[in-house]
């Protein structure tokens, strides 16, 4: 055999792609793709809630550890328009009496000169909800907690709390409502479907 035909034979049987066979895998991968896109995308809407979720059981935990390891009322806060929640603590003999001031400028008031402010207010956790998860109801035990869309829970020394839930929804009018014990502070999480 000379050599350029031995060339030759070998590239007859080598093996190629045809063009069909090419277009089949493009397709393929195309359906694959179809379908994996959007279980991907609801995967992560559910992640979000989950977080979501997870997060407010975990801020009302610390709000109640805080009450209890400090001594010192603490409150649990929900803003609706703003979709978000806050943990401050009140220091004082007069911070239930001062709610109004409280709850608008959510900081020390001024002392006269030469006085002691009555009470103080640390801000201890401040988190925002995900884009697309929403607070749709803020639900308490108290009629009177609530102002101008900011909803608030109170945690007691004793290691009580308001009874209160707080129902979520994503972009896709999924809902779960996290409900929290007002005696062990236990949470109750309900997925609707």
Not at 68 to 94: P, R, S, W
Not at 131 to 149: K, T
Request: hydrophobic share 40%; aromatic share 8%.
């Amino acid at each position: 055999m000379t050599p350029g035909r031995e060339h030759r034979e070998c590239a007859e049987n080598t093996a190629a792609f045809t063009l069909i066979e090419v277009l089949l895998v493009v397709v393929i991968v195309m359906i694959t793709t179809g379908i994996a896109v959007p279980a991907f995308v609801n995967s992560y809407r559910g992640v979000k809630m989950r977080t979501s979720v997870r997060g407010i059981v975990m801020a009302s935990r610390y709000a109640h550890s805080v009450a209890v390891l400090n001594q010192m009322q603490t409150a649990l806060f929900f803003d609706v328009e703003k979709g978000d929640y806050e943990i401050v603590a009140l220091a004082g003999a007069n911070a239930l009496s001062q709610k109004e001031r409280f709850l608008e400028g959510r900081g020390a008031p001024a002392a006269a000169e030469g006085e002691e402010p009555q009470y103080s207010i640390e801000k201890r956790l401040s988190r925002e909800l995900p884009d697309g998860i929403r607070i749709i109801a803020v639900e308490s035990g108290q009629d009177a907690q609530q102002h101008e869309g900011i909803f608030w829970i109170n945690f007691y020394p004793n290691g009580m709390c308001d009874e209160f839930s707080v129902t979520l929804a994503d972009d896709r009018d999924r809902t779960v409502t996290v409900g929290i014990d007002p005696l062990s502070s236990k949470p109750k999480v309900e997925y609707d479907r």
